[in-house]
């Protein structure tokens, strides 16, 4: 999904947008010789993104005094988390991005979490008593609930979550585990892990660049069951 371009130089703007979870956020950045500096943040309710979003992308350039096009890169946290806020946002950058070809970088939010928190693995609710898991240094992400837990080999001294639905599956699934809690991962947080893609020019295919979501959405399995259903009768 990777396309090889120019990396970012010190001084470049970057957008930030992260729409996957209950609540998301915005945030305008810049890249200095040893970290990012945030401009500006804006959080977002969510289930009100589609409405919200462009907005708020909008109100931050205007207090930046400057125009999308101006943007050195972006950085799309494109998933896992609800399948309507990781569409919503992705189709928000691609729109932002393609008019004048601005460099996309896609990050994952668990890796976001997990760098947040110092650790190597991750785990954020999917509902239905599940997570959506980063399995250690192998940065695999899955599904898991129930007996999912038993055929992963390694298991985790420590994890990060950042929701209590999370912290309840992992301490159920392993008792031993300990979970680390931090604040739910921004905008802003996406920007300071993806400065190195950004320096290195990792950036995604547009073409390609596709949400992260692990899970199919409700009316890909319900609409599969119903067809089933009608089948049999």
């Known amino acids: 999904m990777s396309a090889s371009k120019a990396g970012l130089r010190e001084g470049a703007v970057v957008l930030g947008v992260d729409t996957c979870g209950p609540s998301g956020s915005v945030a305008l950045g810049r890249l200095t010789g040893d970290g990012v500096e945030l401009l500006e943040q804006i959080e977002l309710a969510g289930r009100s993104y589609s409405a919200t979003l462009v907005t708020a992308v909008g109100e931050l350039l205007k207090r930046a005094e400057m125009k999308a096009a101006r943007l050195n890169a972006i950085v799309a946290v494109h998933g896992p988390g609800s399948f309507t806020g990781v569409r919503v946002g992705l189709s928000a950058v691609k729109g932002l991005a393609e008019p004048g070809q601005i460099p996309v970088a896609a990050v994952s939010r668990l890796e976001v979490l997990a760098w947040k928190a110092g650790v190597s693995w ?45 912290a309840s599956v992992m301490r159920e699934a392993w008792p031993g585990v300990e979970v680390r809690r931090v604040e739910a991962p921004s905008a802003g947080d996406a920007l300071s892990l993806a400065r190195g893609k950004l320096l290195a020019g990792e950036f995604a295919d547009l073409a390609l660049l596709d949400g992260n979501y692990l899970r199919r959405s ?12 009608s089948r049999r009768t």
């Open 122 to 166: 991750a785990a954020l609710d999917a509902h239905r008593h599940e997570v959506f898991l980063r399995v250690g240094e192998k940065a695999r992400e899955v599904l898991a609930g129930g007996a999912d837990f038993s055929a992963i080999d390694v298991k985790p001294g420590e994890i990060a979550v950042c929701d209590d639905a999370a």
């Open 218 to 229: 409700d009316a890909e399995i319900f609409g599969e069951a119903a067809t089933a259903g």
